[in-house]
């Protein structure tokens, strides 16, 4: 499985991006998709799950309400909404994957995921 994410840039304090993340070698259908972010300094962090097999996405609290994920199935993409951005938004994000079932606790480890795409960087500044 390949991830290729994009869709990154600079953006002021209360606007939006739509970060993609293409998935070959494997269609989405079988995989758990989550985005992860990494802020300068800062361990990777876990954003946002999208465990399609069980219908089920959960959002970290700080960006609730803020983000929204889905997937364009016939596309074999993913992609991250994020609207009201602010300036703890400022990271690189990852797309992940696995093909594991992943129990609720998992789904925000890192090492739970075995596929990953090369990151891209969002900026939040004015």
């Known amino acids: 499985v390949q991830l290729q994410a994009s869709g990154g840039g600079l953006v002021q304090p209360g606007g939006s991006l739509r970060l993609s993340c293409a998935a070959s070698?494997?269609?989405?259908?079988?995989?758990?998709m989550s985005w992860f972010r990494q802020a300068p300094g800062r361990e990777r962090e876990f954003v946002v799950v999208?465990?399609?097999?069980?219908?089920?996405?959960y959002y970290q609290n700080s960006v609730k309400g803020r983000f929204t994920a889905s997937r364009d199935t016939a596309k074999n993409t993913v992609y991250l909404q994020m609207n009201s951005l602010n300036s703890e938004d400022t990271a690189v994000y990852f797309c992940?994957?696995?093909?594991?079932?992943?129990?609720?606790?998992?789904?925000?480890?890192?090492?739970?995921?075995?596929?990953w795409g090369q990151g891209t960087l969002v900026t939040v500044s004015s």
């Open positions: 992940a994957a696995t093909a594991r079932n992943l129990i609720l606790s998992s789904y925000s480890n890192p090492q739970q995921y075995d596929y």
């Open positions: 070698g494997r269609t989405l259908s079988t995989l758990t």
């Open positions: 999208d465990d399609w097999k069980r219908r089920r996405t």
